[in-house]
């Protein structure tokens, strides 16, 4: 069976440590396949993942997390602490007989207090940061992964069609679009919205992260929503424009432009190419499409953080490869029409993109009537 370790733990033989340790919430997550809400609200409420070089992995949680780590989790050898994190961290290490050496750790998470505890309770070890390590191995998923981000991409979509659905006719808030969006967010996946932009009409769609207000849709508004969902610990992407009621041809117009920018973008995301040269590529797709507005950004990675490596950005260098979850954003705006934001998530595959939001995906605007 492939296991989100099985990466991590050559890596550490291969450099010849005796073990890494995650501690981050996102690395409990994709090893430990288990979200612990409370390890991102209470300061104490540590959690690691202890891969060792050789045999199996260990989750050390707070002991009040111990149902919830073997119910939940995919990670069978479970240890608890009571009050104290580091001192059961070196317990456990202390206790699972690795060879004293060098012990990989996520340090730009871990607090520089708890690394120096951490190191006067393991004399005779050498403590390195991995963050990078970690963040490497987070970016290919594996098929389970794959197949729950999926399902959570599609629940966020089915809330945003949704909640757009309401604004037929006008005379809807963007409020009260917003609390149907979260509504359905939760009932169809479980999810919670922790960002949205959300802005209606040829003024307020121009703004940048704009939240949701009192005003009333009328017919002819564009509809503009960027949503990140997020799900037990997995993140989700995704930005959509619609008309209510009969576009303007500007609108249109403005749409077809973003629509052609974004699958020019997307066309670009193959395995092997590089973050920077799609990034290049989407700078040439703005010239060719007479667009005003230029991103700093074309799209990144998704998942365990809103914002992942790679980033599609000038000169990055980190080749995309399949496995990898990625959304492509784009957007266009014109005073007095207002702005069109479009953003996809997909898989990266070896034969190229397999796109996940597919419920919305239109090459014409969409007409809420």
Same mark, same amino acid.
């Given at each position: 069976m492939h296991t989100p370790w099985g990466s991590l733990q050559e890596e550490v033989r291969r450099v010849e440590a005796a073990a890494a340790v995650a501690a981050s919430p996102e690395s409990i997550r994709h090893l430990a396949g288990v979200h612990f809400a409370s390890q991102a609200m209470i300061r104490r409420r540590l959690a690691f993942a202890i891969i060792p070089a050789q045999g199996e992995p260990t989750l050390l949680v707070q002991a009040v997390l111990e149902g919830t780590a073997r119910s939940q989790g995919i990670i069978p050898q479970v240890a608890t602490y009571v009050t104290e994190p580091i001192e059961g961290l070196a317990r456990v290490l202390a206790g699972m007989d690795l060879p004293r050496g060098e012990l990989l750790a996520e340090l730009d998470f871990l607090p520089a207090a708890d690394a120096r505890a951490l190191g006067d309770r393991l004399p005779g070890w050498f403590i390195r940061d991995a963050g990078d390590l970690f963040r490497t191995a987070r970016q290919v998923r594996t098929p389970g992964e794959q197949e729950a981000l999926r399902r959570c991409a599609r629940a966020a979509e089915r809330a945003i069609q949704v909640a757009v659905s309401m604004a037929a006719g006008g005379g809807v808030t963007e409020r009260e679009v917003y609390a149907r969006m979260q509504d359905a967010m939760l009932r169809l996946g479980g999810g919670v919205i922790p960002f949205l932009t959300l802005s209606s009409g040829p003024e307020r769609t121009l703004l940048t992260h704009a939240s949701p207000t009192d005003r009333l849709l009328q017919p002819g508004d564009l509809l503009l929503v960027d949503a990140v969902g997020f799900f037990a610990g997995l993140y989700t992407d995704m930005a959509r424009t619609v008309v209510v009621g009969e576009a303007t041809g500007e609108q249109r117009d403005l749409y077809r432009r973003v629509r052609a920018m974004q699958q020019d973008v997307i066309s670009a995301v193959r395995p092997g190419a590089t973050a920077g040269e799609v990034y290049e590529k989407y700078l040439g797709s703005?010239?060719?499409?007479? %667009?005003?507005?230029?991103?700093?950004? $074309? #799209?990144?990675?998704?998942?365990?953080?809103? %914002?992942?490596?790679?980033?599609?950005? $000038? #000169?990055?260098?980190?080749?995309?490869?399949?496995?990898?979850?990625?959304?492509?954003?784009v957007k266009d705006r014109v005073p007095g029409v207002g702005a069109v934001q479009l953003e996809e998530i997909f898989l990266l595959t070896e034969e190229g993109p397999r796109i996940w939001t597919d419920l919305m995906a239109s090459d014409e605007l969409p007409e809420i009537r």
């Amino acid at each position: 069976m492939h296991t989100p370790w099985g990466s991590l733990q050559e890596e550490v033989r291969r450099v010849e440590a005796a073990a890494a340790v995650a501690a981050s919430p996102e690395s409990i997550r994709h090893l430990a396949g288990v979200h612990f809400a409370s390890q991102a609200m209470i300061r104490r409420r540590l959690a690691f993942a202890i891969i060792p070089a050789q045999g199996e992995p260990t989750l050390l949680v707070q002991a009040v997390l111990e149902g919830t780590a073997r119910s939940q989790g995919i990670i069978p050898q479970v240890a608890t602490y009571v009050t104290e994190p580091i001192e059961g961290l070196a317990r456990v290490l202390a206790g699972m007989d690795l060879p004293r050496g060098e012990l990989l750790a996520e340090l730009d998470f871990l607090p520089a207090a708890d690394a120096r505890a951490l190191g006067d309770r393991l004399p005779g070890w050498f403590i390195r940061d991995a963050g990078d390590l970690f963040r490497t191995a987070r970016q290919v998923r594996t098929p389970g992964e794959q197949e729950a981000l999926r399902r959570c991409a599609r629940a966020a979509e089915r809330a945003i069609q949704v909640a757009v659905s309401m604004a037929a006719g006008g005379g809807v808030t963007e409020r009260e679009v917003y609390a149907r969006m979260q509504d359905a967010m939760l009932r169809l996946g479980g999810g919670v919205i922790p960002f949205l932009t959300l802005s209606s009409g040829p003024e307020r769609t121009l703004l940048t992260h704009a939240s949701p207000t009192d005003r009333l849709l009328q017919p002819g508004d564009l509809l503009l929503v960027d949503a990140v969902g997020f799900f037990a610990g997995l993140y989700t992407d995704m930005a959509r424009t619609v008309v209510v009621g009969e576009a303007t041809g500007e609108q249109r117009d403005l749409y077809r432009r973003v629509r052609a920018m974004q699958q020019d973008v997307i066309s670009a995301v193959r395995p092997g190419a590089t973050a920077g040269e799609v990034y290049e590529k989407y700078l040439g797709s703005v010239k060719a499409h007479g %667009v005003t507005y230029t991103y700093r950004y $074309a #799209g990144h990675s998704t998942g365990y953080q809103v %914002v992942e490596e790679p980033v599609l950005m $000038a #000169g990055s260098e980190a080749r995309l490869l399949p496995g990898m979850v990625l959304c492509v954003e784009v957007k266009d705006r014109v005073p007095g029409v207002g702005a069109v934001q479009l953003e996809e998530i997909f898989l990266l595959t070896e034969e190229g993109p397999r796109i996940w939001t597919d419920l919305m995906a239109s090459d014409e605007l969409p007409e809420i009537r």
